[in-house]
């Protein structure tokens, strides 16, 4: 029997499959550079989070209409719902949609439109985290979050991506700042592939309250200390950081020696579309790899819904 999970570090972007892509292509008359789906899978073959993320900003050319949204999200909740998926607090990234023309209200009307059936249709309570991309100015994130205030009803935290080494955390206080004075939630993706460091920073001077990878808190004794003893969780993705090469192979992930050292694991499924699984699909990776017994999995499952922005009477009842 699969698990009943959140997710909680999951790219709605990052969801968007090959024959999706090619129909939406079809529908708004966008050019692929890729001749047929087996092509553009050929391209998944990633050296680092750059070359990844080349990928993933210009697929999203075909994402236009609140019904392209819509589709998206709809797939995306039909694939977990199969994976055991029960809540999923889903990233999008307003910057990459607006950059090239497309209105905040039609990305967050459209994804809407799928979360407000999701419930009925698929078992699966929903939120939203809106995230700055880090590799933009810190200017460009306070407009998005202007930008979004019509549309706070249906967010409930913001986030950060994108090239994390070069952008670090505190370039973005301002914006958390305003974030939290709108009642916001907090999280950040940090230690993905920059510093330790990043991920202190992310605490101390955003106030985060989860952290978005944060595998690189190995190298740092008193950061693990630390995490451990605040009950920080830790939004793992274990077949991104194989696939983008954070780590060689799975077998060498170090999500066992984390879960060990009494981290609040979490394990994800960050761009499935992409990295080659669900969140399902990676409880069963890191199963077979890193042989992790069933009592692990449930831990990792349990960790999920203390990790997740749901109150206690909603988490009692998703599990
Ligand atoms: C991302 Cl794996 C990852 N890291 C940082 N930003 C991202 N955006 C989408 N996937
Ligand atoms: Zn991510």
Redesign the pocket.
Known sequence: MQLPKAELHL?I??TLEPELAFVLAARNGVELPYATTEELRTAYLFDD?QT??DL?YALMAVLRTEQDFEELADAYLTRAAAQGVRHAEI?F?PQAHTARGVPIGTVVEGLGRALDRSEEEHGISTQLIM?F??DRSAASALETLDAAKPYLHRISAVGL????VGHPPAKFREVYEAAEALGLRKVA?AG??GPPEYIREALDVLGVERI??GLRCMEDPELVKRLVAERVPLTL?PL?NVR?RAVDVLEDHPLRAMLDAGLVCTVNS??PA??GGYVGDTFHAVHEALGLEREQLRTLARNSFEAAFLDHDEERRSR
């Open positions: 790219h972007e990052g989070l990844f993320l993933y990233f990234d995230c991309l880090r991506d994108s090239a994390e993706h993905e592939e978005d990878h993705c991104s983008l960050d761009d992409y990295f």
